[in-house]
């Protein structure tokens, strides 16, 4: 009998459409669609970061359209910006985290 191994959260992103990769080795790329961000692949934070975004999708149910990353935190010198943020269901201009 085949071993039936569920997909990852990562993995279902990408076939749902939410994530996709392009280019190979060091120039690879993930690309959070709803959000319209790519990222390095070839760092490790974030296959971390990756794998926790279809988490908060899939396990927690917040829409993709509602994280964004690298968001300013206001009041903070030097600029220091937060590695995922979630806005609320009726935010749809991603002023209020």
């Known amino acids: 009998m085949p071993d039936k191994t569920e ?3 990562l993995e279902r ?11 190979e080795g060091k120039t690879e790329r993930s690309h959070y669609v709803a959000a319209n961000h790519p ?3 070839a760092d ?5 970061r ?3 975004w279809a988490e908060l999708i899939y396990k927690y149910e917040y829409q993709p359209a509602r ?4 968001v ?10 937060a590695d995922i943020v979630i806005y609320s269901d009726k935010d749809d201009e991603h002023k209020d985290p």
């Open 44 to 48: 490790p934070e974030e296959k971390v």
């Open 13 to 23: 992103a990408v076939t749902d459409g939410h994530a996709k990769f392009t280019g």
């Open 50 to 52: 990756a794998e926790f």
């Open 72 to 81: 300013n935190v206001p009041r903070r010198t030097p600029n220091d910006y």
């Open 7 to 9: 997909p990852t959260f």
């Open 67 to 70: 994280i964004r990353f690298e």
């Open 39 to 41: 990222e390095r692949w």
